[in-house]
């Protein structure tokens, strides 16, 4: 799988170093000396460049790209990054990081596909997201204040063999359905989670984070 991150911060740098295990990873940042540094570190190509101009993203592979991911500290940046991959060369998600949470309806108003502040869920959503299977954003409406979710419930989620009536959902989120193999379920307060559910959700734009973190598990920060 192809990743492009842009952003070798923090961020950037344990991205780019939990997924260039599995995955053939592009780190573009435009300090020198930040460049060299993670380049001396990290088991990845590492291009030094901007990443708003269409030609460094070019250099990084991005027509060939799975997946972008724009997690500098600068939200427009961020913004400008995605918005290019998506509409200038057709990438088919894009990844942001969001420093001001207040910008959240914007950048999923832009089209942004996943847009997150927490750093190490901004990883478990790209790794395990790659193909797109654990949490898919299936749309938004009501000019971009409610999602639809697509779930699939991984073997280590706090949910499995729990009651619906059990758990705790962010505020004006439901769950509307459950995909079971070829079974389709409207789940009930006494309706029990297994491993593998496709659990179908609506929520507010701005709880999708939450929603994740209550049916895949929290993430420990790094």
């Not at 344990?14 to 088991?43: F, G, M, T, W």
């Not at 894009?94 to 910008?103: E, L, S």
């Amino acid at each position: 799988m192809n990743v492009i991150i842009v952003g070798a911060g923090n961020v950037g740098y344990y991205l780019a170093e939990r997924l260039s295990d599995k995955n053939y990873v592009v780190l573009i940042e435009k300090e020198p000396k930040l460049s060299e540094k993670v380049a001396e570190k990290l088991n990845c190509l590492v291009i030094n460049g901007d990443g708003c101009n269409p030609e460094i993203l070019k250099r990084a592979g991005i027509k060939k790209a799975d997946v972008v991911a724009a997690v500098t500290g600068n939200d427009e940046d961020n913004l400008i990054i995605c918005q290019i991959a998506k509409e200038i060369f057709n990438v088919k998600r894009v990844v942001a990081r969001i420093n001001n949470p207040k910008n959240e309806k914007t950048f999923y108003e832009l089209g942004v596909d996943v847009a997150i502040s927490g750093t190490s869920l901004l990883a478990k959503v790209i790794e395990e997201e790659v193909n797109w299977e654990d949490f898919v954003t299936l749309f938004t409406f009501k000019r971009g204040k409610l999602s639809i979710l697509r779930i699939d419930l991984p073997e280590n989620s706090p949910v499995i063999n729990k009651k619906l009536k059990e758990i705790t959902l962010p505020e004006d989120s439901v769950i509307v359905a459950i995909i079971r193999e070829d079974e389709f379920i409207i789940p009930k307060d006494d309706f029990i989670f297994n491993e593998n559910d496709e659990v179908i959700a609506t929520t507010k734009v701005e709880n999708e984070t939450i929603l994740l973190n209550t049916l895949i598990g929290e993430v420990e920060e790094r």
